[in-house]
């Protein structure tokens, strides 16, 4: 709300109310005053909390019966989906357009060449800076652009300075975070943190560390694994 009033305000140092009734009437007038749809944009919103994701619904309806439209964009990691599909948010997710940005997955080793097309000067030529099999191994292992031209840039700083060109695969894996297709990383990429994942199943946050680091009895990984699946987590690859 605060962010809205911040927008749509005209007033210099327009500040919303602290009293929660005088503050949502003052935001349906600026909203009316705009006679325009307003959107918000929400960032990060897998870490939003169920409570705020309810609160703002309620506002969408309550701008709604005041003849206005508010439409809110939800952008996040994963886990935003499986929150909205989950049953205990039914509320939310039966009134949510759900669309799945997949961004240059499938497409990575286009996107390097791309990438080292748009770089590079006019008289250089990919293939004297970097194999061809380096690009078919950093495509297979990197699934971003922030991936991408983070190890790019590792493996032609490594060149640089052991005087070697082009780029080799044994390059890439010298640069090549270890562990990093290892189940902790791939789970946070996806939203689900060692915080988020106690709460969801219920148990110790050294618990969740344990089992990530395969630490636990086989019989209680197992169970926690089947826990992780049946509420949509992925375990393996690509699951979402």
């Known amino acids: 709300m605060t962010a809205l009033f911040c927008d749509l305000s005209t007033e210099r ?6 009293q929660p009734e005088q503050r949502e009437r003052k935001l349906l007038a600026l909203i009316q005053k705009c006679r325009k749809t307003v959107v918000l944009f929400v960032d990060e919103a897998h870490d939003l909390h169920h409570s705020t994701l309810v609160k703002v619904k309620r ?17 996040g990691h994963p ?12 509320e939310i ?18 996107y390097i060449k791309w990438l080292l097309g748009e770089c590079i000067h006019d008289e250089c030529i990919p293939e004297d800076l970097i194999t061809d099999e380096a690009v078919s191994s950093l495509a297979k292992r990197l699934t971003t652009p922030l991936q991408i031209e983070h190890y790019l840039r590792l493996c032609f700083e490594k060149a640089y300075n052991t005087a070697t060109k082009p780029v080799t695969v044994d ?7 270890i562990g990093l297709d290892d189940l902790e990383p ?14 969801l199943l219920n148990i110790r946050v050294s618990e969740v560390n344990s089992f990530l680091h395969a630490q636990l009895p086989p019989g209680r990984t197992e169970d926690l694994r089947d826990q992780m699946l049946k509420i949509g987590i992925p375990l393996y690859g690509d699951a979402i």
């Open 13 to 18: 140092d327009g500040k919303p109310p602290t």
């Open 59 to 75: 506002l969408i309806e309550l701008v709604r019966q005041n003849g206005c439209t508010l439409s809110v964009v939800l952008i």
């Open 186 to 199: 791939r789970l946070i990429r996806y939203g689900y943190n060692f915080k988020v994942l106690a709460e």
């Open 171 to 177: 390059i890439l894996e010298a640069v090549l975070a």
């Open 79 to 90: 886990k935003l989906k499986n929150d909205l599909h989950r049953p205990s948010l039914e």
């Open 93 to 110: 997710g039966a009134r949510t357009n759900v669309f799945s940005l997949e961004g240059i997955r499938g497409h990575q080793a286009e």
